[in-house]
């Protein structure tokens, strides 16, 4: 089935170096900061399936790590660009990680902000992995059942719940909820944090009410189709050059064994040619829009340095 995909992108194509930023909320996410991107590059922020004015389809079953890599690929072929960078926040991040993982010949770098390498596990699923940690009311173990997730984010408007997901900053908070209590109960900020306005809000929103929230809980839906198409990759690496930035507010960051993970040791096992990672102080999930001007510093400095370079893969 053909998909209609909306690409969002700062400039005409031209001969030079392009980046490709992958964002869950189907906005151009951190090159719509007020820091300008790389001179050099050309800044291409698809809408991902399910997102934005990129086409929704209903099933879960269409929204696997395989179809989301083939969409980009079909995009990059489309625009004839052979490799690019990547810059991933959220979704975007976890989209971002199984593309290197998948297609590392067709990209130069990546900056992932936010999640880290969620490797599969050789015999639990992902969602499995979840409610082992985290009990049957984490989050991601209550948007499996459909409809669900739907009815609880339907009782409060579309603003209201977008207020409500962006303004969180408690890192010790995590997202468990009884289904009678459910997401919609969390506060609302009030007044909004400096760095998200109502226009922002307004945006969002917008775009939710024509897509519905469908689309983004059927990525948790078929998490575990993607575990079961993915075994081929068991215990392979992430072999492509990697920045990482996270907020110190961040929930991800707080994840039980996340810390330990990213500074232990074994994300640099598992992604043998990672970097750097950089924790922002007083920055919480929403990086790219708290921390602008840091956030495209970074990346800059770090995809200028491959700009006229090759991959070590």
């Known amino acids: 089935m053909a998909l209609t995909c909306t690409l969002h992108r700062s400039a005409p194509a031209r001969r030079y170096s392009s980046f490709m930023v992958f964002h869950s909320s189907g906005t151009p996410g951190v090159t719509s900061s007020s820091s300008s991107p790389p001179k050099t590059s050309e800044p291409l922020a698809p809408d991902l399936r399910g997102f934005g ?4 389809p209903p099933s879960p079953s269409s929204y696997t790590f ?5 969409d980009l690929i079909g995009l990059l072929d489309h625009l004839g ?10 979704w975007g991040a976890m989209i971002a990680w199984y593309f290197c993982l998948f297609r ?3 990209v130069k770098a990546l900056v992932n902000l936010s999640v880290y390498y969620i490797k599969r596990h050789p015999s639990i699923s992902f969602v499995d992995g979840f409610r082992a940690v985290a009990g049957d009311n984490f989050y991601i173990c209550q948007f499996q059942e459909a409809g669900v997730a739907e009815a609880d984010f339907g009782r409060v408007d579309t603003a209201t719940m977008m207020k409500k997901f962006m303004g969180m900053r408690d ?5 468990i909820f009884t289904k009678e209590k459910g997401f919609s109960s969390m506060e ?31 990525y948790y839906r078929a998490l575990n189709l993607s575990w079961e198409l993915t075994a081929a990759w068991n215990g392979s690496k992430i072999e492509v050059p990697v920045k990482f930035i996270v907020g110190d507010l961040d929930l991800v ?28 102080k007083d920055a919480a999930h929403f990086i790219h829009q708290e921390k602008p001007h840091q956030i495209n510093s970074l990346i800059y400095h770090f995809i200028n340095k491959f700009s006229t370079s090759t991959s070590p893969a």
Not at 81 to 90: A, I, R, S, T, Y
């Open 53 to 56: 004015d990129t086409d929704a």
């Open 66 to 70: 395989l179809h989301f890599i083939g």
């Open 81 to 90: 660009l052979e490799k690019v960078f990547l810059v991933g926040h959220d």
């Open 104 to 106: 590392p010949d067709r």
């Open 171 to 175: 890192p010790e908070a995590p997202l």
């Open 188 to 218: 609302t900020p009030d007044p909004l944090p400096c760095w998200l306005t109502e226009e922002d809000i307004d945006f969002f929103a917008t775009k939710f009410s024509k897509t519905g929230f469908t689309g983004g809980f059927n």
């Open 253 to 280: 960051y707080h994840f039980p064994g996340a810390k330990q993970y990213i500074h232990g040791g074994e994300f640099k096992k598992d992604v043998p040619f990672l970097e750097e990672v950089v924790v922002i």
